[in-house]
């Protein structure tokens, strides 16, 4: 029962899209223009699917937002229709967009916080390793040459007594 409902909500939600006005909008002038779909995407320059894509609202066949705000801008200026209007309608699109995204970013940027933790500690351990590796070949030079050092001050002492 719930799926339904949130299918009923999804498709509610796709029919209000601010797109889907803008296409419904410009069709219902084009067609008061006596204009087809074709001669209005010959005249702007854009492929007829794309147009019939905005009309429908379907963003799924169409490029991406920048893209597509520029067609709405373009399709409005050539139908002399209040251009400033459907752009806002437009914008008020893109906030919803711009809000999703917010949310998505904030979620991933909890990850970096525990991977730099993960990365501090690696560094960390990384550091005491070399450490306890310099001491250890710090330790063992140091008893070589400490060797060589006294078997030489003898014979020196050796050299001077004689």
Same mark, same amino acid.
């Given at each position: 029962?719930?799926?339904?409902?949130?299918?009923?909500?999804?498709?509610? #939600?796709?029919?209000?899209?601010?797109?889907?006005?803008?296409?419904? *909008?410009?069709?219902?002038?084009?067609?008061?223009?006596? !204009?087809?779909?074709?001669? %209005?995407?010959?005249?702007?320059?854009?492929? +007829? !699917?794309? %147009?019939? +894509?905005?009309?429908?609202?379907?963003?799924?066949?169409?490029?991406?937002? @920048? *893209? =597509?705000?520029?067609?709405?801008?373009?399709?409005?200026?050539?139908?002399?229709?209040?251009?400033?209007?459907?752009?806002?309608?437009?914008?008020?699109?893109?906030?919803? @967009? @711009?809000?999703?995204? #917010?949310?998505?970013?904030?979620?991933?940027?909890?990850?970096?916080?525990?991977?730099?933790? %993960?990365? !501090?500690?690696?560094?960390?351990?990384?550091?005491?390793?070399?450490?306890?590796?310099?001491?250890?070949?710090?330790? *063992?030079?140091?008893?070589? *040459?400490?060797?060589?050092?006294?078997? #030489? =001050?003898?014979?020196?002492?050796?050299?001077? #007594?004689?």
């Amino acid at each position: 029962m719930e799926e339904i409902k949130s299918i009923s909500q999804e498709i509610s #939600t796709s029919e209000n899209s601010p797109l889907k006005r803008i296409g419904n *909008f410009f069709k219902e002038a084009r067609l008061s223009r006596n !204009q087809s779909i074709e001669e %209005l995407a010959s005249n702007l320059k854009i492929g +007829a !699917q794309q %147009l019939k +894509a905005i009309e429908e609202g379907d963003e799924d066949l169409l490029p991406e937002k @920048v *893209f =597509i705000k520029a067609m709405v801008r373009r399709i409005s200026q050539k139908l002399k229709l209040d251009t400033e209007f459907i752009m806002s309608e437009f914008k008020i699109e893109r906030r919803e @967009v @711009v809000n999703s995204e #917010t949310i998505e970013v904030s979620s991933k940027i909890d990850n970096p916080k525990k991977s730099s933790k %993960l990365k !501090q500690l690696s560094f960390g351990i990384l550091i005491l390793i070399s450490g306890i590796f310099g001491l250890i070949s710090s330790y *063992f030079i140091f008893n070589l *040459f400490s060797d060589s050092f006294q078997n #030489t =001050i003898p014979k020196q002492e050796m050299i001077k #007594t004689r």
